[in-house]
């Protein structure tokens, strides 16, 4: 079983950064993608970013572009998402995803860390 811990949540005023980190932890696994998801209150989950390990190819959602980086750790099994120039709507609980052999695959989930950006 693998096990997916997220960190980095909080409460920052509009304009501020945050840095949302991912570590995958478990038995030996082929870590093919990792993706960052958000979900607000009353509304649907909205894809964030996605990083392929391979070829280190990383995808935005339209609402985040030029402002959000993710990036990998040293060690496969860590990624990171800096967030800046927060706005309250990114305000929600992200989710940090491992794909095992395909980019859309997110066999498993983290438990969620909450982000809070207050005007």
């Known amino acids: 079983q693998v096990q997916l811990v997220e960190s980095g949540g909080g409460v920052v005023q509009a304009g501020g950064s945050l840095r949302l980190s991912c570590a995958a932890f478990?038995?030996?696994?082929?870590?093919?993608?990792m993706t960052w998801f958000r979900q607000a209150p009353g509304k649907e989950r909205e894809f964030v970013s996605a990083?392929?390990?391979?070829?280190?190819?990383?995808y935005y959602g339209d609402s985040v572009k030029g402002r959000f980086t993710i990036s990998r750790g040293n060690a496969k099994n860590t990624v990171y998402l800096q967030m800046n120039s927060l706005k309250p709507e990114d305000t929600a609980v992200y989710y940090c995803?491992?794909?095992?052999?395909?980019?859309?695959?997110?066999?498993?989930w983290g438990q969620g860390t909450q982000v809070t950006v207050s005007s």
């Open positions: 995803t491992l794909s095992l052999d395909t980019i859309d695959g997110y066999e498993y």
């Open positions: 478990g038995r030996a696994f082929n870590n093919y993608a």
């Open positions: 990083l392929k390990w391979e070829d280190g190819n990383t």
